[in-house]
């Protein structure tokens, strides 16, 4: 049995790698139902990454992909995320969110929220960035920089 019913994930998911494939793999095992929040190209846009992003619909193929070679797809609903806290402070449901170290200030932002407003506090359940093969976390900015491939192996020195 599961830890959790519903559990949410966010993200851009931009090139889709090893990272995102982790966090995403972590909030299965735990929750019943996922919620997997997807950045809208606004809100992407927003956010002031250092690269381009893939657009909304490719950024979604991919992860459907990756939800249905998983056989997690019947698991999952994905929603249009417009800002950092998507359905985490309309729906009392939500148990738990899994983010990386980099979103966890997120997180705590949510629950403050959602504390404000009486909903319960949700569970944090932080996964560590995946290392690349020298050690450095795998990001998209890397593999949009040409240094290392999706699964974190180095591709040309920096």
């Given at each position: ?12 998911f ?19 139902q ?9 809100f992407?846009?927003?956010m ?5 992003t ?5 950024r ?7 939800l249905k ?22 729906d009392?449901?939500?148990?738990a ?12 932002k ?12 949700l ?13 450095k976390?795998?990001?998209t ?14 591709l040309?020195?920096?």
């Amino acid at each position: 049995m599961k830890k959790f019913k519903k559990v949410a994930v966010g993200g851009t998911f931009d090139e889709l790698h090893k990272g995102h494939k982790v966090l995403l793999l972590k909030a299965f095992e735990i929750g019943e139902q996922i919620l997997i929040g997807l950045c809208t190209d606004e809100f992407a846009e927003k956010m002031g990454k250092p690269h381009i992003t893939a657009r909304f619909d490719e950024r979604l193929k991919e992860l459907l992909l990756f939800l249905k070679n998983h056989k997690l797809y019947s698991k999952a609903k994905i929603i249009p995320l417009n800002d950092a806290f998507g359905n985490t402070t309309t729906d009392k449901s939500i148990e738990a969110l899994v983010v990386s170290e980099e979103t966890k200030k997120i997180a705590l932002k949510i629950n403050k929220k959602r504390i404000e407003i009486g909903f319960p506090p949700l569970e944090i359940i932080m996964v560590h960035m995946v290392p690349a093969e020298n050690y450095k976390p795998i990001s998209t900015t890397r593999i949009r920089e040409g240094e290392i491939d999706r699964e974190g192996h180095i591709l040309r020195k920096i």
